[in-house]
């Protein structure tokens, strides 16, 4: 009876050598099971840190303006804002507003500049015709900018509100006006309320509500006398916390 109870306690050294040693095992497991997880959480934790320190690149807009075809368009955008000044809205300009002015600026800027468009808009004078800019050499698909203004919600087409045109279809410059350049676009933001003027370099555009039945809604301002405004809220001066600033058209180069 003696060796069966040796080889039992023969065999119970052995069981519990494997315990222990599956317990060693287990453990080591699971420690590297944790060491895994924690591993897998800091690194899901920093990568969206990560990420938003990464620079990031946007392929270019096709149909951008060149530096050249933008010097061309801001001479036509300019002179169309100034023939509206000079004569009166055309019939063409049919939603008249501070931003309804931008955006039929922009579309007649768009337009192939023929003899038609001429006759159409006021221009056929001597004194209209031998100042005229260069015309705009652009695409097809370059024409159609003005029909796909970006929304606030996301959305395409022709219309676009003013804090529309400033947040989603242009880019900041800054709040000094002296970095502005002609068809730049100075934003007020009033609270409820939001307008939109037209820098044109030796004054500035806008579009009003009408007073008088006779009363086009337009008006000029010279940068001198706008800086003196006597509603402060109208002064475009870095102090003045209505005055958003300068934006740019962003399919303008520069």
Not at 7 to 34: E, F, I, K, P, Y
Not at 73 to 79: H, K, V
Not at 173 to 185: E, I, R, T, Y
């Amino acid at each position: 009876m003696r060796a069966p109870r040796e080889a039992q306690a023969a065999r119970g050294v052995a069981l519990a050598a494997r315990d222990a040693n599956t317990a060693s095992v287990t453990t080591a497991s699971r420690r590297a099971c944790l060491s895994r997880i924690a591993t897998f959480f800091a690194l899901t934790a920093a990568a969206p840190y990560a990420h938003a320190l990464g620079i990031t690149t946007t392929a270019p807009d096709p149909d951008a303006l060149t530096t050249q075809q933008s010097a061309a368009f801001r001479a036509w955008f300019t002179r169309i804002v100034d023939q509206q000044m000079r004569r009166g809205p055309t019939p063409r300009w049919t939603q008249r507003d501070c931003a309804g002015l931008v955006r039929f600026a922009v579309g007649e800027t768009l337009r192939m500049h023929d003899s038609k468009w001429l006759r159409a808009n006021g221009m056929t004078g001597l004194a209209d015709t031998s100042s005229l800019p260069p015309e705009l050499q652009l695409s097809a698909s370059q024409r159609t900018i003005a029909n796909r203004w970006t929304q606030i919600d996301g959305s395409t087409g022709a219309y676009a509100s003013a804090i529309a045109l400033i947040q989603r279809n242009s880019r900041f410059v800054s709040k000094d006006v002296n970095q502005a350049l002609p068809g730049d676009l100075l934003f007020f933001d009033q609270g409820d309320d939001q307008h939109l003027m037209i820098w044109l370099e030796r004054y500035i555009a806008y579009h009003t509500g009408t007073v008088t039945p006779t009363d086009t809604g337009l008006r000029a301002v010279a940068v001198s006398d706008l800086m003196q405004w006597k509603d402060s809220r109208w002064q475009p001066l870095d102090g003045n916390p209505n005055f958003v600033g300068v934006s740019r058209l962003d399919f303008l180069t520069p």
